[in-house]
């Protein structure tokens, strides 16, 4: 097999893989000129660089052909200028510059390579622009190729530089090379599917696995691959388009046939236009350039911008608008040298002009959350100014009612226990899977989940359920398999809401890999699913098996399926913008799919009345917006980069004999037990490829996000804090820590420069480390870290006071109750945590009830909440933990408790 099919064959092939291609042909040709290098190895170079190129279109094929020629003629130092020239335009982003003294009187070059012909005359072949933004066009087209390159002709005759952006043509004649250019090519914006093209034309080891080892499940329909091997080749055309939309469906897809145009039309689903064979090429293009343009659109920003260059006199609030009182002081001039006039132009009060109202949106603003819905597959989108913090108070209080019941992850971030405290509900506290070595925990375990709602059912409690309140993915990265908990928990409550709280997984859209496990994503595709009679014909077969009465032990090993005639499916995500796209700090969104959201519309707007600010931060909405515009557009690229960055430095550090030895990233085994991710993925193995991601991606329970990584420090004597602090010293910013772990972040903004800081900080710190004096002192503070951890303690219980039936076997309780009643109550207890006091009484039947929230960072989450029921293993988890910051907790009198007194009231 070839080399860019075995890199094809990887499972996150990177992308950064064509710049290295072209690196090491500028290497081997400027060596081949000074004699160390041959030209055998040149050729080497130049046919792996030929295996991308043919699915790029700049510098694309024309190029490489061009390079041959140098090569064949004997022309080193032509040919490494040349390879110099497009090395440094692909690693800069700079491309469309001219390539001088090569080709000075711009004639046809004409080469030879891989037995094909390829010509390019400079003067007029399409490509890029540097003034214009860049995109690629896929070609499908027939065996041959002619009907393809006559459309690539005919587009480029048709571009000028009057067009608001500029693109080039990649042209391919089979399924499984239109379906490798989506994956390998980020550039692309746009498909053309004409007539006559074949599957595949080569023999593929990976597909042949894949279709195998997925026959059976339901990844096998992810890529067309069941409908494909079961109908004629005829409908290879709408297939390909259903395959691209799931693997890219920011994609705009177009075909171009010669035959039954009008009845095809009919059943292509998901595609923008149908043209009949090249009688309106030219249309063809302008919806090519229209189609990029909606998604380049960014209403808001783009009237923010207008608004900004007109000369407005404001009477009105914020003197700092316009900046006049900024540029003219003699004490704040600095103020505006650093942050530039824009900032101020920008800043206004007013909701007119264009600008529109963040609370009742009707005009650009309305405009970019639909264009934001369209986006993140949503049906409603709207966007929030106030961290995803607000957004999850927004749907508690939108959707949940005094007295409800939510079933919710104990660990998730403190606005959800504060939402439940606002709305009154009554939350069924679940614990998540404990990493006890590393002082975290996962995932909540779907048994667990089935468990509540059938014990809730049990005790003629189920009418009262409202929600299921989860985070997918856990600060720590651990992903749900979004769509069978939703399955599941609807096939016993057909009318459950799900909130999912994705604040660092909203990037996860613009993955092909991970769009599934969002819930959005589920969702789409739980809804198509719902649609389809095999859904409820699944549904009749498992009734039958399970028989008129199933016991809940049936019900919890049976893998359950809801019946789609009955459920009503209410799903919400929330995302922090911020955490992961190109958004402003705070910039959040809340998704919407819901089928009954017309009937909770009125009481969402009083949720977002209530929470959102009447001055919301103009910059910071219009960042919303650009972030948007960015994802449809480049995401896919991105993405896949920020995934490189971090399977980059997993591999390094692991292979590195002193910084794996201090410093290890944990793999999939220390983070998520064996019985919740039965295929055994490893990202890092070179053996992983598609069929096994989907495979992990269909059947664990959990899989890990890979762009976080938990890299242990406790092996190198430091733990958390201290060498989170370290790390910053040398101008390395990482996320949260644990008792020995720090947690790092890749993101859409770090590049190969970041991994190279990172690895040199980490070998300095490991060389120092292999040159202290003391390894007496060294190991015993590494037993300590690594040996010495608290065990993690489980939610306790509310106390009864704050329980509705205090006989009750269900576990949910009245946190409001509770905690209003420590706002307003006296005679409170205060213990210091290190207080003998503490044990003395739990010893002796006590029953100590917190007053209060209790937050220690690390690791951020509630150990207690109002009205929890204080135990030994808290207690000695806390004392252990050894931190600065514990929330909630008075270092000057000590942990709040109710007394008796209060308690018998």
Not at 599 to 628: G, M, W
Not at 785 to 800: I, W, Y
């Amino acid at each position: 097999m070839n080399a860019s099919k075995k890199l094809f064959e990887r499972f996150f092939f990177p992308l950064g893989a064509r710049c290295d291609r072209w690196s090491k042909l500028v290497s081997v040709t400027s060596q081949w000129g000074s004699g160390s290098k041959t030209r055998a190895e040149v050729d080497s170079a130049l046919t792996d660089l030929h295996e991308l190129e043919t699915f790029h279109g700049y510098p694309g094929m024309e190029t490489i052909a061009t390079l041959a020629d140098l090569v064949e003629s004997g022309e080193p130092a032509r040919a490494a200028a040349l390879a110099t020239h497009y090395y440094r335009e692909l690693t800069s982003n700079t491309m469309g510059q001219p390539v001088d003294g090569l080709d000075s009187d711009g004639s046809i070059l004409t080469g030879k390579i891989a037995g094909s012909e390829h010509m390019i005359t400079r003067s007029s072949a399409p490509g890029r622009r540097s003034d214009h933004p860049y995109f690629e066009v896929l070609v499908v087209s027939d065996t041959n190729q002619f009907q393809g390159r006559a459309i690539s002709q005919e587009l480029a005759r048709l571009s000028n530089n009057r067009d608001p952006f500029s693109y080039s043509t990649v042209v391919v004649d089979n399924f499984f090379d239109a379906f490798s250019a989506a994956l390998l090519n980020p550039a692309l914006a746009a498909v053309i599917i004409s007539d006559g093209f074949v599957f595949s034309n080569h023999e593929s080891p990976l597909l042949n696995k894949l279709t195998e080892r997925l026959k059976n499940t339901d990844a096998y329909d992810l890529l067309g691959l069941r409908e494909i091997s079961e109908q004629p080749q005829e409908q290879l055309t709408l297939r390909l388009s259903q395959t691209l939309r799931k693997v890219r469906p920011e994609l705009d897809l177009y075909l171009l046939l010669d035959q039954r145009v009008e009845e095809i039309a009919g059943k292509a689903e998901g595609v923008r236009r149908v043209f009949y064979s090249l009688e309106e090429t030219r249309e063809l293009h302008y919806a090519i350039l229209e189609g990029v343009a909606k998604r380049y659109s960014t209403p808001f920003f783009d009237k923010l911008k207008q608004y900004s260059q007109r000369p407005i006199a404001t009477f009105h609030a914020l003197p700092i608008a316009r900046g006049k009182s900024i540029f003219k002081s003699h004490w704040i001039q600095d103020m505006g040298e650093f942050y530039g006039t824009n900032l101020f132009l920008a800043e206004s009060s007013a909701t007119t002009g264009g600008l529109d109202s963040l609370l009742e949106p009707t005009g650009t603003i309305k405009e970019a959350q639909e264009m934001a819905a369209r986006a993140f597959g949503a049906e409603h989108a709207f966007f929030v100014t106030n961290g995803t913090s607000t957004s999850n108070k927004m749907v508690l209080q939108a959707l949940l009612a005094p007295g409800d019941i939510a079933i919710v992850d104990r660990n998730c971030h403190k606005s959800h226990h504060y939402g439940m405290v606002l709305s009154g509900v009554f939350p069924l506290y679940l614990d998540a899977f404990p990493i006890e070595p590393y002082s975290m925990y996962g995932g909540v375990p779907l048994h667990s989940i089935k468990k509540a709602l059938l014990d809730l059912k049990r005790e003629g409690k189920l009418d009262r359920v409202r929600m299921v309140d989860l985070t997918n993915c856990t600060f720590d990265g651990h992903i749900y398999n979004t769509r069978r908990v939703m399955e599941e928990c609807l096939a016993i409550k057909p009318d459950l809401i799900f909130l999912w709280d994705e604040a660092w997984f909203g990037f996860a859209r613009f993955s092909p890999f991970f769009r599934s496990r969002t819930a959005m994503g589920a969702a789409q595709e739980l809804e198509t699913w719902f649609r389809d009679q095999k859904s409820i014909d699944r549904y009749e077969e498992q009734q039958k098996q399970l028989g008129a009465n199933p016991t809940d032990e049936d019900l919890l090993k049976t893998r359950l399926f809801p019946d789609p005639r009955r459920v009503r499916l209410r799903v919400y995500q929330t995302h922090s913008t911020h955490k992961s796209m190109s958004a402003l700090r705070q910039g959040s969104m809340v998704l919407v799919r819901d089928v009954d959201f017309e009937d909770v519309e009125e009481q969402f707007k009083e949720a977002v009345y209530t929470h959102c600010s009447t001055s919301p931060n103009q910059n910071l909405i219009a960042s919303l917006d650009i972030a948007r515009r960015q994802m449809e557009l480049e995401g896919y690229g991105l993405v896949a980069n920020a995934v490189e960055v971090a399977l980059t430095i997993r591999r390094e550090i692991e292979n590195h004999p002193e910084i794996g030895k201090y410093f290890p990233v944990l793999k999939g085994d220390h983070m998520v037990p064996e019985e919740f991710r039965k295929s055994g993925l490893d990202y890092l193995s070179p053996d992983t490829n598609w069929a096994d991601a989907l495979q992990s991606l269909e059947e664990d329970e959990f899989c890990l996000d890979p762009t976080r990584m938990t890299m242990v420090c406790g092996e190198a004597g430091f733990d958390g804090t201290e060498f989170k602090q370290m790390l910053a010293e040398h101008n390395i910013q990482v996320n949260k820590t644990s008792r020995n772990t720090v947690l790092l972040q890749a993101n859409i903004n770090n590049t190969r420069s970041d991994v190279a800081a990172l690895i040199l900080t980490l070998l300095q710190i490991s060389t120092e480390i292999n040159n202290r004096h003391s390894r007496d002192a060294f190991e015993t503070r590494k037993d300590s870290l690594m040996n010495d951890v608290p065990k993690l303690p489980n939610f306790s219980r509310f106390h009864n006071s704050f329980r509705k039936d205090a006989k009750s076997q269900t576990s949910e309780g009245d946190i409001r109750n509770a905690f209003y009643a420590a706002q307003t109550g006296s005679g409170f207890e205060y213990y210091k945590l290190q207080d003998s006091a503490i044990d003395d009484l739990l010893k002796s039947g006590r029953e100590l009830v917190a007053a209060n929230f209790v937050i220690p960072y690390p690791p951020g989450f509630p150990l207690l909440v109002p009205g929890q029921v204080i135990t030994a293993e808290i207690m000695d988890f806390m004392r252990k933990l050894d931190v600065s910051e514990i929330h909630g907790y008075n270092a000057k009198r000590g942990l709040k408790v109710f007394s008796e007194a209060q308690l018998a009231l």
